[in-house]
């Protein structure tokens, strides 16, 4: 079982930056794919960045790319999501989630979810 907790998010002006965490419970982190995605209303949740298992490289919606940075710390069970220069379109829950699984932009192949963080961007 592995519990995702979610910290960082709030309101920013566009152009400025946020940095989430995702901390984890559980003693198996090292071994499962973390990724992020974020749900704005009315619209289906999408992918924004993941890392699978223990693969170094980073992949990113086109929507982030050059902007956000997705990064994990195994000591720390912990997952970050820098991001810079923020739109107001990046406006949304923003959710991690864990799991067994080399589908990382699907969100229905993870196992765990955090609560989520609201990211506000004021144009």
């Known amino acids: 079982q592995v519990q995702l907790k979610e910290s960082g998010g709030g309101l920013v002006q566009a152009g400025g930056s946020l940095k989430l965490s995702c901390a984890a419970s559980?003693?198996?982190?090292?071994?499962?794919?973390v990724g992020w995605f974020r749900q704005a209303p009315g619209k289906e949740r999408e992918f924004v960045a993941g890392?699978?298992?223990?693969?170094?490289?980073?992949y990113y919606s086109d929507s982030v790319k050059a902007r956000f940075t997705i990064s994990r710390d195994n000591a720390q069970s912990t997952v970050y999501l820098q991001m810079n220069s923020l739109k107001p379109e990046d406006t949304a829950v923003y959710y991690c989630?864990?799991?067994?699984?080399?589908?990382?932009?699907?969100?229905?192949?993870?196992?765990?979810w955090g609560q989520g963080t609201q990211v506000t961007v004021s144009s």
């Open positions: 559980g003693r198996i982190f090292t071994n499962y794919t």
């Open positions: 989630a864990a799991g067994r699984t080399l589908l990382f932009r699907t969100s229905r192949a993870y196992e765990y």
């Open positions: 890392i699978v298992r223990s693969i170094i490289t980073p």
